[in-house]
Nanobody
Framework: HVQLVESGGGSVQAGGSRRLSCAASRTSVRLNYMGWFRQSPGKEREGVASIVIGGDSTYYADSVKGRFTISQDSAKNTVYLQMNSLKPEDTAMYYC??????????????????RGQGTQVTVS
């Protein structure tokens, strides 16, 4: 069973930045695809960004393109989400997610097989 632990959430003013981290452990299988999705009250889950582990492919939702950057440190089994130019509408619980299968594109949140507990980001 894969364990994903997010960190880095908190409160930030509009226009500010925040970096989220997701550390994967208990990986009995090789993780080949990881990403972030978010959910705010009253809204559906939204895929934010994803990355192919060990590769160069990254994918972003239109709502965050040019502002968010996903990256990885394969040696540490860690994925990061650098969030810049934050807007109040970015306020949400952010979840890290992972899968052993490759996927070409931004995966839908419901399709992930592993996810973390989430970290809250509040932009005011």
């Amino acid at each position: 069973h894969v364990q994903l632990v997010e960190s880095g959430g908190g409160s930030v003013q509009a226009g500010g930045s925040r970096r989220l981290s997701c550390a994967a452990s208990r990986t009995s299988v090789r993780l080949n695809y990881m990403g972030w999705f978010r959910q705010s009250p009253g809204k559906e889950r939204e895929g934010v960004a994803s990355i192919v582990i060990g590769g160069d492919s990254t994918y972003y939702a239109d709502s965050v393109k040019g502002r968010f950057t996903i990256s990885q440190d394969s040696a540490k089994n860690t994925v990061y989400l650098q969030m810049n130019s934050l807007k109040p509408e970015d306020t949400a619980m952010y979840y890290c997610a992972a899968d052993q299968w490759f996927y070409n594109g931004l995966r839908k949140p419901v399709d992930y097989h592993n996810r973390g507990q989430g970290t809250q980001v509040t932009v005011s």
